[in-house]
């Protein structure tokens, strides 16, 4: 078991030069996993990547919003089409970042989680599962989405408000690079750490 989240040594931020520092149970005393993912840094896509989503984050450190870090990143990696795959209950908001992104030199690409309009029985999905157990519901489409933004040829998409496990076949199927805009959470207006934060208190039950 990787244990980086119960890990007071720090060794990794440190830089250290020999392993006298590292947890027993520090995942890189075993296994291939660090090598091979260095490896895969060798490929300049990659690389790119890395490098402007630094430059990002020390440039606009405690500054810039997470709005703000999508655009610069995707000027940095000189994107111009941009995929937005959106939660139908967020189309205000989608409608505003599409503007904004669109202001800023980007071409846009939207996308609605129920697009094409697909009735949720028809893939198997029982009444139990649906809001009304009677007539048309449509689904949320999330491989449609992906497929979409591949045949629109998007150079980076970005995520907003998709439901948890839609968001998972949205990454799966899409072609380009995606990052996540805004996390869904209906309860806590899409902000999923108060339930973290307000552990001891509001949200103990929770926990247990």
Not at 27 to 32: D, N
Request: proline share 4%; with cysteine; aromatic share 10%.
């Amino acid at each position: 078991m990787s244990m980086c989240a119960w890990c007071e040594s720090y060794a990794c931020s440190a830089g250290q030069d020999d392993d006298r520092n590292l947890p027993v149970q520090c995942p890189i005393r075993s296994g291939q996993w660090l090598p091979l993912a260095l490896t895969q840094y060798e490929a300049e896509t990659n690389r790119h990547i890395a490098r402007s989503a630094a430059d990002v984050e020390t440039s606009g450190y405690c500054k810039w919003t997470r709005l703000e870090e999508v655009m610069e990143f995707a000027k940095r990696m000189e994107y111009r089409r941009i995929g937005l795959a959106f939660c139908s209950g967020l189309k205000h908001e989608a409608r505003i970042v599409a503007n904004l992104f669109d202001a800023r030199g980007f071409e846009t690409v939207t996308a609605t989680c129920s697009c094409g309009g697909v009735h949720k029985g028809d893939i198997g999905i029982p009444p139990e599962s649906r809001f009304r157990t009677e007539g048309f519901e449509a689904m949320c489409n999330p491989i449609g989405q992906a497929m979409l933004m591949n045949e629109k040829s998007t150079d980076f998409n970005v995520v907003l408000g998709l439901c948890v496990g839609h968001d998972s076949l949205f990454f799966r199927y899409a072609e380009a690079p995606a990052t996540v805009l805004a996390a869904k959470d209906r309860v806590l207006a899409h902000n999923p750490l108060a339930a973290v934060y307000l552990k001891n208190s509001y949200y103990r039950r929770i926990y247990g």
